[in-house]
């Protein structure tokens, strides 16, 4: 357990977790195109952007 812990990047886990949970919250799929982006700022605030297109792309 220790070997994987050390292999973890906490900055990764977070950003991954919040682009999970917004796919997970408006139900996207490999089918759905939304897309969600975290990122932590210079001053340290995480910052989030996300997409829901059409499905068929055009909006």
Not at 1 to 23: H, P, Q
Not at 30 to 57: E, H, Q, W
Request: contains cysteine; hydrophobic residues 35%.
């Amino acid at each position: 357990a220790g070997y994987i812990a050390s292999l973890n990047d906490e900055e990764t886990r977070l950003a991954v977790a919040c682009e999970r949970a917004f796919l997970e919250t408006l139900d996207g799929s490999c089918r759905t195109p939304i897309a969600g982006y975290a990122f932590r700022d210079r001053d340290g605030y995480c910052l989030f952007r996300g997409l829901v297109a059409s499905p068929d792309g055009t909006r």
